[in-house]
């Protein structure tokens, strides 16, 4: 054997064994998550007249989001301004679980993480306890107790 011969094989193999460390790594971190959460099959999608949705976001042939819920705003006996989230389908007008969007009134969307509050209570809508409107409070029939942060809405 020629030593060319020689240094290309060990070259290869160093290649080889660099390629399968790196797949193993990459491999290992998507069965364990890589410690943070990945993507839930849920997103958030605020439109143009500030109105925030969640839920199962298709793209095709329209943006169309099923399995809905909504950013509430409501304020409180201090008029102080809260947030909250309450399934679309519980409005009092009744509509369906389902909201085809205009793509020219989305501001912007993002996938929700599957760790998330948000992500869990879609996932299993009666853990999250519903509270009936009442007094000076300014809610829909079916608000939720799963609240964000009170302050000023994005815009």
């Known amino acids: 054997m020629s030593r060319k011969t020689i240094i ?8 080889a064994v660099v390629v399968l460390v790196a797949l193993g790594v990459w491999l290992g971190s998507v069965l364990r998550g890589g410690g943070t959460a990945g993507p839930s099959p849920y997103s958030a999608v605020l439109l143009s007249n500030g109105d925030m949705y969640f839920g199962k976001l298709s793209w095709f042939p329209a943006p169309r989001l099923t399995n809905v819920w909504v950013l509430q ?10 947030l909250g989230v309450g399934q ?6 009744g509509p ?6 205009n793509s020219k009134e989305i501001v912007w969307w993002s996938r929700i993480r599957s760790d ?3 992500a869990k209570a879609i996932e299993n809508p009666s853990s999250v306890q519903q509270q ?5 409070q300014q809610q ?6 799963f609240r964000g942060p009170s302050g000023q ?3």
């Open 116 to 118: 998330s509050q948000l």
């Open 96 to 101: 369906m679980d389902e909201l085809n969007l």
């Open 8 to 15: 290309t094989g060990v070259v290869l193999l160093v290649v």
């Open 132 to 136: 009936p409107a009442t007094g000076n």
């Open 73 to 82: 705003r409501t304020v409180d006996q201090n008029n102080q301004q809260q």
């Open 140 to 145: 829909q029939q079916a608000t939720s107790t």
């Open 88 to 93: 679309f389908n519980k409005a009092f007008w």
């Open 153 to 155: 809405p994005p815009r």
